[in-house]
C-alpha cells in the first residue's frame, strides 16, 4: 500500500499522514524534508545556487543529523529549499531514495506514505491513494502564522502569507515536477474543516482504497 500526500505549504499534509500512517500501520517519510536538509547544507557551506551540480551533491550528502536539525523548521530554510528543489540535478539526486521508501518501507509496515509535492505526479504515480490537500492562502497563512508566534511574537500573518503565497507560486511554476495535483487525486480542502474532520475525511477515502 502506497499513500500519496501532496498540497501546497501549511496546508496540513505533514500531521494528515502523520496520523494515516499511525491509523493504517504505514511508513512515514517527509519528502520536504530532504529538500530542507539539502537547503540547510547549502545555506551553511555557502554552496552556490547557480552551480546544479555542487547543490546536487549537496542533496547526496544530507546526513541524519541534517534531517534531524531543529533549524529545519524554520521559514529560512522553508524558502531555500523551495530554491534547491527547482533544480532538476537536485530533485533527481532524492529521486531513487524516495522511491525505495515508498516500495521497501521499513519491516513491521504494512505500506508506506509520502507527503510533498510531486509524489503522486513523479514519486510514486502507481500510489494506491493519492490526496491532494489544500485550504485557502488566508486559512493556510493563518495556521502558519500561528505555529511562528508562539516562538516569535514579531512575526506579522501579512509577511508569512505573502512569503508563502512566493513561494508556492514558485514551487508550482517550476518546470521539472511542479506541484500539481495528479489527475487521480481526491481533492481535500481543509479550509473550513479541524485537523479531526480532515483526517476522518481522508480515511474514509484511503480505506475506500483497500
Ligand atoms: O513541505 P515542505 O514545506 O517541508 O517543503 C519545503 C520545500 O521543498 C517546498 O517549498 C518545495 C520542496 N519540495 C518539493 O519540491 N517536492 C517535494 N516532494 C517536497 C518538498
Excluded at 550528502?61 to 531555500?80: H, K, S
Excluded at 528543489?85 to 518501507?105: G, H, K, M
Aim: net charge negative; with cysteine; proline share 3%.
Amino acid at each position: 500500500m502506497i499513500i500519496a500526500i501532496d498540497g501546497p505549504a501549511a496546508a496540513g499534509k505533514g500531521t494528515l499522514a502523520r496520523k494515516l500512517a499511525t491509523e493504517f500501520n504505514l511508513a512515514f517519510l517527509d519528502t520536504g524534508a530532504l529538500y530542507r536538509a539539502t537547503g540547510l547544507r547549502v545555506m551553511r557551506n555557502g554552496t552556490d545556487l547557480a552551480d546544479a551540480q555542487a547543490v546536487a551533491a549537496e542533496a547526496q550528502n544530507i546526513t541524519l543529523e541534517d534531517r534531524e536539525n531543529p533549524a529545519l523548521r524554520d521559514e529560512a530554510t522553508g524558502d531555500m529549499a523551495s530554491k534547491v528543489s527547482a533544480i532538476p540535478e537536485v530533485r533527481a539526486a532524492l529521486l531513487d531514495y524516495q522511491r525505495n521508501f515508498a516500495t521497501n518501507p521499513p519491516e513491521g509496515f504494512f505500506g508506506s506514505i509520502l507527503d510533498g509535492r510531486d509524489i503522486g505526479t513523479v514519486v510514486c504515480p502507481n500510489a494506491d491513494a493519492k490526496i491532494f490537500v489544500t485550504a485557502s492562502d488566508e486559512v493556510r497563512a493563518h495556521r502558519r502564522w500561528l505555529e511562528l508566534s508562539a516562538k516569535d511574537n514579531t512575526v506579522q500573518e501579512a509577511v508569512v502569507l505573502a512569503e508563502m503565497q512566493q513561494r508556492d507560486a514558485r514551487d508550482a511554476a517550476r518546470a521539472t515536477a511542479p506541484m500539481k495535483a495528479a489527475e487521480d487525486a481526491h481533492l481535500l480542502d481543509t479550509s473550513n474543516l479541524a485537523i479531526d474532520a480532515a483526517f476522518d475525511a481522508a480515511k474514509e477515502f484511503v480505506s475506500s482504497k483497500f
